[in-house]
C-alpha cells in the first residue's frame, strides 16, 4: 500500500515491487528519493536525464538504499571507461549550475549508487559532494556510500568531481571525465574532513590541477587524519590536450597531505608536468595548512606495484610543514613509516614534461625535506631520456632512511645532474654525512645494493653494496626499453643484487582499463 501512494503522490512512478521504485524520464526524482525506505531500490529509466540539484536526506535505520539505472548489472560495461557513448545505459542527474548534482544533508547515510551519470557543465563547485568541511562531530558526519560503475562527466569546468568527507566511502569501476577550472585548483576526489575508510578501486581518472587528494585544509573534526585508504588498479590520467592550455594549474596525479594507513598499488599515473608546480606526478608533504591542525601528519603508507610515466618529476617527500604564517611555522606531526616499494618509473623526462610556455622540469625521481622517519626506498626501476639528480636531500637528517635495490640512472646530458645529491654540499658521500647523519632511536640509513647507473663509485665510498653500470650498459640489459620491456634479460649480472622492480609482483596495467593488460612480460605500451 505505501508503494501505490507514493506513486499517486508522484503521478509518474510505477510500483513494481514492496522495495522497488520504477521512476521513468519526466518523473520527481526528489520526491522518489525523500519517500524511499531503507532498503528500498529506486530504479530509473536507462537513458533519462534528471535535471536539477538533488540531496540525500539522513534516513532512519542501516540497510542501504539504492538508486540505480533500469539497465540490468549483466548488460551495464563491465570495464571502469565509461564514457559519454555509455549514455543510453546510464540514468543521469544533472546540474545546471554551481550547486553539486547530488550532494548530501546532514548524517545521510547508506546509500548505493549504480549505473548513473552525474554531469556538469560549467560549474564552480563539485559535482557529486558528500558531506562539507564545517562538519566538526563524526556522530553526523555522513556514512556508507558505494559508487559502483558510475560516471562523473564534466562538459565545460567544476572544481571537483567526488568530494568524499563522510565515513566509508566505496568507488569502484567508474569514470571521473573533464574535471578542471581556470584559475583554482581542481581535483578528481578529494577529502580533508573525511574519517575513512576509503576504497577506491578499478576506476578512470582524468586529473584536472591533481588527481586524488588527500587533506589540504584543517580538518573540523578536532585530530582527524582521513585513515584507511586503499586506492588500488586505478588509471589515473590527464588529457594532454590541457598541455598546450593554460590557466588549469596542473599540479600531481596523487597527493596526500594529512592521511594515515594508506596502501596505494596496482595503479598507472601517467602526464604531469610543469605549470602550477614543478612537475612532481606524486606528493606526499605533510601540510596542516593552518595553526589549528597540530595533529596533521603522514603515517603508514605504502606505495607499492605502480607504474609512474610520462612525468617531469617523480616523488616530492616533506616530513612536515613547513609553511608560515605571521612568521610561525604551522604546527605539524613528522611523516613515519613510508614505504615506496616495487614502482616503474619511466619517461621521466625534463624536457618533453616541461611546461606550455617552455620551462623544463627537473627530472629528479625524488626530492626528501623535512626529515620523514623511516622513509623506505626500494625495488624501484626509474629510467627517463632527460632526466635530472636521483635524489634531492635537504633539511635535518633524515632518520632510518633506506635506500636499496634500487635501479636509478644519472646521465649528464645535455644537463649537468649529481646522482644522489645533498643541498649545498654535493653527491655522494658529503650527501649522505649530512641528511643520513645517525639520529638517536632509529636505525641506521642505508644507501645499499642499489644499481646507480652512470654514477662515480669513488663518490659512494661510504654506503657500500652498490654496483656502477654505465647508463649504456644498464639499457642493454633490459629485455627491450624502446618499447617500454624493463625486465632483465636472463644474462643480466644485476639478476644477482635483485635490484628494481619484480614484474611477477608489478601490476601491469588496471584489469578494467583498456588497453587491456598485457599477459606476461613488461611490455608498456605509451
Known sequence: MRRAAVALALGLLAAVAEAQTRVPAGANLQAAINAAQP????????????????????????????IRTSTPDSTLPASSELDAGDGPLLATLRTANSTPALRTVGAASHWRFIGLQFAAGASQAAVVQLGDGAIADLAAMPRDFVFDRVLIQVDVS???GLEMNAADVTVRRSAVRGVKLTGVESHTMIT?????????????????????FVGGAAPAVPGLVPSDITFRRNFVTRPLALKTQTGYGIKNLFELKNARRARVYGNTFERNWVDGQHGYAIVLTVRANSHSAPWTTIQDVVFENNIVRHTGMGFNILGLDNQTSGGVVYPSTP?????IRNNLIYDLDRIKWGSPAGATAGGVFMQIDGAPRNLHVENNTVVGQVTGNILNL?????PGFRFRRNIVQKLMTPYQTYGLNGNAVGEGDPAFTRYLAPVAGYPASVVTENVLAGCTPSLYASQPGNVFPTVAALM????????????????SPLRALAAGIDPDALELEPALVRPARAPTGLRLVP
Open 158 to 160: 567544476a572544481r571537483n
Open 192 to 212: 580533508w574532513n573525511g574519517p575513512g575508510p576509503f576504497l577506491v578501486e578499478d576506476n578512470y581518472l582524468e586529473a584536472g590541477s591533481c588527481g586524488f
Open 394 to 398: 635537504s633539511g635535518s637528517p633524515i
Open 476 to 491: 642493454a640489459d633490459f629485455v627491450d626499453p624502446a618499447s617500454g620491456n624493463y625486465r632483465l634479460v636472463a644474462t
Open 335 to 339: 611523516m613515519d613509516g613510508v614505504t
Open 39 to 66: 532498503g528500498d531500490v529506486l530504479e530509473l529509466a536507462a537513458g533519462a536525464t534528471f535535471a536539477g540539484n538533488f540531496t540525500l536526506p539522513a534516513k532512519p535505520g542501516s540497510a542501504p538504499i539504492t
